[in-house]
């Protein structure tokens, strides 16, 4: 466990909520997914910090709460567990850590991932604030397939790579300036953070 020390660099924790990924009967794919995604699309500082759990609500509350307010993460990526599934828990998990709920992330991970399986409405995914006595966290849910992770972060694009769908990272630099963190910058070619231009910093 390795602890928030620069203001200036996005910590990230990522959580693989999944059973059998957890419980060694098929690779977890996960964690490298999201990781090979914020390496592609971060050019400001970052780190992350990595969980891989069962579909257990308590470990989850209990994962979440400990990388938010014992490790400082700024935002928190959680994938798998969403669905309609007797194990699937991961929205009740994530909404019990809670002190804000922010539904225009789940709306619009629910219309892009429409865009690609029908089945995208089966995901009950959720985003929330998890606020502290000295920071605060934007904590999101993906679903557990791992194309899902690149698909709702950086949304639906053409043959020529014109945007047509925006992802919902697009949004998540702002959140975070909102909420106190770093100023989090990315790579265009993968995903452009929309920020008003009061709040634009100008390039070092
Ligand atoms: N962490 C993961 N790593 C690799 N593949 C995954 C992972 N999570 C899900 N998948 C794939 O996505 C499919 C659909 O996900 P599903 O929601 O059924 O699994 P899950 O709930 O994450 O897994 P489990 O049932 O083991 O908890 C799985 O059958 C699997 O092929
Ligand atoms: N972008 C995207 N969203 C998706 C999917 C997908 O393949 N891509 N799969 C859907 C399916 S089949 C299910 S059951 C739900 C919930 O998945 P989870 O339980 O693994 O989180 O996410 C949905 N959302």
Redesign the pocket.
């Known amino acids: 466990m390795s602890k928030k020390t620069d203001p200036d660099e996005l910590l990230i924790g990522l959580v693989s909520i999944s059973d059998r990924a957890s419980g060694g009967v098929y690779e977890d794919k996960g964690i490298p997914a999201l990781q090979d995604w914020f390496g592609a699309a971060l050019t400001s500082p970052w780190r992350m910090e990595t969980r891989l759990i069962p579909d257990e609500r308590a470990q989850i509350e209990k994962t979440l709460i400990e990388l938010v307010d014992d490790i400082g993460c700024d935002l928190v990526l959680t994938t798998?567990?969403?669905?309609?599934?007797r194990r699937?828990v991961?929205p009740e998990a994530t909404l019990a850590v809670a002190t804000k709920e922010m539904p225009g992330f789940g709306e619009q991970m629910r219309q892009?991932?429409l865009q690609?399986?029908p089945?995208?409405i089966?995901?009950r995914?959720v985003a929330v604030i998890r606020e502290t006595s000295d920071h605060a966290a934007l904590i999101m849910n993906l679903?557990?397939?791992p194309?899902?992770i690149k698909?709702?972060l950086e949304g639906v694009k053409d043959g020529e790579g014109k945007q047509l769908v925006p992802g919902i990272f697009a949004a998540v630099p702002y959140c975070i300036d909102l909420i106190g963190g770093p100023y989090v910058e990315t790579n265009e070619a993968v995903c452009k953070a929309f920020r008003p231009k009061s709040a634009i910093r100008p390039a070092k």
């Open positions: 798998g567990g969403t669905g309609p599934s699937d991961t892009i991932s690609f399986v089945t995208a089966l995901s995914q679903p557990g397939q194309k899902s698909e709702t």
